[in-house]
Structures are given as C-alpha cells and as structure tokens.
Nanobody
Framework: QVTLVESGGGSVQTGGSLKLSCAASGYIFSGFGSCGMGWYRQAPGKERGLVSS???????EYVESVKGRFTISQDTVKKLLYLESNSLKADDTAVYYC????????????WGQGTQVTLSS
C-alpha cells in the first residue's frame, strides 16, 4: 500500500509564495518517480485538473496558467515531490493533490488526501 501525504498548504496573500511537499511511503513497485508523478488541483465548483507533472528523466510539464510561476521537483532518495509556487493569484485557490503512478504500464495512480491553498487579497 502506498500512502501520499501532502503538506505546505495554507493561506497566503496574492503575489506570495508557497512550497508544497508530498511524502510517499510504502512499496512502489516501479520505484519512486519511475512512472511519473504530478500535482492536481480542484477549485470550488470545478473539476480536478492537472497542474504539473514530472517523469523519470526529469522532464516536466505545466498547465498554461502556471507556467513561469510554478516549479515541480522531486527527491527520489527521500521519496518527496515538491511544487514551488510563486506570484500566486486568486485563481490558484484550490485543494492540491499529489499523485504517483505505478504498476503495469504505469496505469495505477495513487493520490494523496490533498492540501488546501487559499489566496487572499
């Protein structure tokens, strides 16, 4: 069983910064990071959507709205995933979830419980 625990969320003023962390525990068959990992978010009344992802060779992707402001990174030794967010905007208010993929053809995805990020003016 794989458990993911996010931390680092909270309330911050627009223009501020936060660094989210995701700690993985348990046995990941393919190895932490080998199948790719990511951050999703869900704002009130909206569907959950991908914010950023990172694959085993370190290649990253970002949704257009966070490009240049957010940075995803990983520590495969400590089994930690990070999302550094800068120049935060009101639209960034959401619950942020980390994911780790595993299994046959990396089709299984584990989710954390989420961490709330709230922007205030």
């Amino acid at each position: 069983q794989v458990t993911l625990v996010e931390s680092g969320g909270g309330s911050v003023q627009t223009g501020g910064s936060l660094k989210l962390s995701c700690a993985a525990s348990g046995y990941i068959f393919s190895g932490f990071g080998s199948c790719g990992m990511g951050w999703y978010r869900q704002a009130p009344g909206k569907e959950r959507g991908l914010v950023s992802s990172i694959i085993s060779d370190g290649a990253t992707e970002y949704v257009e709205s966070v490009k240049g402001r957010f940075t995803i990174s990983q520590d495969t030794v400590k089994k930690l995933l990070y999302l550094e967010s800068n120049s935060l905007k009101a639209d960034d208010t959401a619950v942020y979830y980390c994911t780790v993929s595993d299994g046959f053809k990396c089709r299984r995805k584990y989710w954390g419980q989420g961490t709330q990020v709230t922007l205030s003016s």
